[in-house]
Antibody, heavy 124, light 107 residues
Framework: QMQLVESGGGVVQPGRSLRLSCTAPGDTFSNYAMYWVRQVPGKGLEWVAVTSYDGSSRDYADSVRGRFTISRDNAKNALYLQMNSLRTEDTAVYYC?????????????????WGQGTLVTVSS | DIQMTQSPSSLSASVGDRVTITCRASQSISTYLNWYHQKPGKAPNLLIYAASSLHSGVPSRFSGSGSGTDFTLTISSLQPEDFATYYCQQSYSTPLTFGQGTKVEIK
């Protein structure tokens, strides 16, 4: 399994932006689809976004579509989540995770490796 | 969107008990069903993929079954380290969706 490390979380005011990052020190995820999943503390898991292995295909939950952008830089072995127009309801722990497939043509499998999560708090 | 409904939402059990958690999809998802468990303050971990395949390193007391709309996760003999919250997740189509979770507590 791959070790993933998220960063970039913190406290931000409503309407502002934040960018999360996910890396795999000592490993590479360039052959796999990648996800962002979030969890409000004490609540369940919510899928946020997915990107195919090469970034050519991306999809989003309706709750973040148009505000969040998932991207990846395989040369840097990094995954990103640009979060704009943040709302209080976006407050959550954000996890990145890898698939075991490339995610071509919307063919996703399962979330095999997960990072430890980074907390985003949207509050005035 | 495909809705995933788990039952029960919580259960109390003793070490050594056989535990069964069910997950129902709002439409057929073939075997595109995965199970995870999560301990407080930790990230989820994959247990079962494609409805019935055991992920590498997961003890054989865990098993999964089902296809279509009805799925089951079974722990044959509950161990102390199994007290956690369990989630099912469908990967048949986006938006990918999770069940609401089943919390397994110590009786």
């Amino acid at each position: 399994q791959m070790q993933l490390v998220e960063s970039g979380g913190g406290v931000v005011q409503p309407g502002r932006s934040l960018r999360l990052s996910c890396t795999a020190p000592g490993d590479t995820f360039s052959n796999y689809a990648m996800y962002w999943v979030r969890q409000v503390p004490g609540k369940g898991l919510e899928w946020v976004a997915v990107t195919s292995y090469d970034g050519s295909s991306r999809d989003y939950a309706d709750s973040v579509r148009g505000r969040f952008t998932i991207s990846r830089d395989n040369a840097k072995n990094a995954l990103y989540l640009q979060m704009n127009s943040l709302r209080t309801e976006d407050t959550a722990v954000y996890y990145c995770a890898t698939d075991v497939s490339k995610g071509e043509d919307g063919d996703y499998n399962w979330l095999e490796s997960w990072g430890q999560g980074t907390l985003v708090t949207v509050s005035s | 969107d495909i809705q995933m409904t788990q039952s029960p939402s919580s259960l109390s059990a003793s070490v050594g008990d056989r535990v069964t958690i069910t997950c129902r999809a709002s439409q057929s998802i073939s075997t595109y069903l995965n199970w995870y468990h999560q301990k407080p303050g930790k990230a989820p971990n994959l247990l079962i993929y494609a409805a019935s395949s055991l992920h590498s390193g997961v003890p054989s007391r865990f098993s999964g079954s089902g296809s279509g709309t009805d799925f089951t996760l079974t722990i044959s003999s509950l161990q102390p380290e199994d007290f956690a919250t369990y989630y099912c997740q469908q990967s048949y189509s986006t938006p990918l969706t999770f069940g609401q979770g089943t919390k397994v507590e110590i009786k």
